[in-house]
Nanobody, 112 residues
């Protein structure tokens, strides 16, 4: 059974940085495009970033382009989301996704 476990969330001030980590297990990691989604209170879940199976193709939502970087380590079955210049509007629960597999989410709060 596939499993995704996120870590690295927390509270930071505007302009700060965080790196989220998602550890995958129970499925062939290299067969899957990996995504990060987020869901803010009262809003729908939205796609933040996506990375291809070999890591050579990435996509970012316009709201995070230039500030967030998605990467993956296929040897470690792990995907990362580096977040810089964080804004209050980045506050949300961040979820790791691989098609039908979802993590439990990790809270990111940006506030002064």
């Amino acid at each position: 059974q596939g499993q995704l476990v996120e870590s690295g969330g927390g509270s930071v001030q505007p302009g700060g940085s965080l790196t989220l980590t998602c550890a995958a297990s129970g499925f062939t990691f290299t067969n899957y495009v990996m995504c990060w989604y987020r869901q803010a209170p009262g809003k729908e879940r939205e796609l933040v970033a996506r990375i291809g199976r070999s890591g050579d193709i990435t996509y970012y939502d316009d709201s995070v382009k230039g500030r967030f970087t998605i990467s993956r380590d296929n040897a470690e079955n792990t995907v990362y989301l580096q977040m810089k210049s964080l804004k209050p509007e980045d506050t949300a629960v961040y979820y790791c996704n691989a098609q039908k597999y979802w993590g439990q989410g990790t809270q990111v709060t940006v506030s002064s």
